[in-house]
């Protein structure tokens, strides 16, 4: 069965700094990878996909992630940012052929510093 | 476009009592979810149901039971409530169940604690 590792828990960032989230997993063969984005008191919204291809994936808000199948990684990133990204994101796995059932990563609680 | 539509938002219950948490998309789509979403441990897939008249167990089943009573509507009951159910559940919805190329949509979550 796939799992999804998001070693750090919670995040502080100042505004306009880089971001760096990381997602590792484990299957054995490339799953379909997903990050999504909650605030506070919100649902789950999806941010980017990847299913195959070119492994620099972009998304909304300016988000955008990069597949390293060496490394069994789906880290997001963003070059600058916004008090409004403070929110906690979730890494998630989808299996090929295994319909919607995606398994989901505990999350990183990101803190943006003005 | 309301999308997918939880309710209620928030409950409380004592152990042992009864309820259901309704949801409704209208999106058209054939798939619905739920999840539960505990400190710590990320979403959990409850039950899920691919298409119309067909209901499957996730991870965490126990304790549940759910019904989809039509294309739009999915919703879960909690026979007997136990502390252990004290959880946030989210509703969710997509297009079709073979490949998740189709984008999961949820709802904003119900917050349900048992005392």
């Known amino acids: 069965a796939q799992s999804v590792t998001q070693p750090d828990i919670h995040i502080t960032v100042s505004e306009g700094a880089s971001l760096e989230l990381r997602c590792n997993y484990s299957?054995?063969?490339?799953?379909?990878l997903f990050w999504y984005v909650q605030s506070p008191g919100q649902g789950l919204q999806l941010l980017l996909k990847?299913?195959?291809?070119?492994?620099l994936v972009q998304g909304i808000k300016g988000f955008e992630a990069e597949f390293k199948r060496s490394q069994s990684s789906f880290n997001l990133r963003k070059p600058s940012v916004h008090w409004s990204d403070a929110a906690e994101y979730f890494c998630?796995?989808?299996?090929?052929?295994?319909?919607?059932?995606?398994?989901f990563g505990t999350g990183t609680q990101l803190k943006v510093e003005l | 476009n309301a999308g997918v539509t939880q309710t209620p938002k928030f409950q409380v219950l004592k152990t042992g009592q009864s309820m259901t948490l309704q949801c409704a998309q209208d999106?058209?789509?054939?798939?619905m979810y739920w999840y539960r979403q505990d400190p710590g441990m990320g979403l959990r897939l409850i039950y899920y149901?691919?298409?119309?008249?067909?209901?499957d167990k996730g991870e965490v089943p126990n304790g549940y039971n759910v019904s989809r009573l039509n294309k739009r509507e999915f919703s879960l009951r909690l026979e007997s409530a136990a502390p252990s159910q004290t959880s946030v559940y989210f509703c969710?919805?997509?297009?079709?169940?073979?490949?998740?190329?189709?984008?999961?949509?949820f709802g904003e979550g119900s917050w349900l604690t048992v005392v």
């Open positions: 969710a919805s997509s297009e079709a169940p073979d490949t998740p190329r189709n984008t999961i949509y």
């Open positions: 299957y054995g063969a490339t799953p379909y």
């Open positions: 990847y299913f195959s291809g070119d492994t």
């Open positions: 998630a796995v989808g299996e090929p052929g295994g319909g919607n059932k995606l398994t």
């Open positions: 999106m058209n789509h054939n798939s």
């Open positions: 149901s691919a298409s119309e008249g067909t209901t």
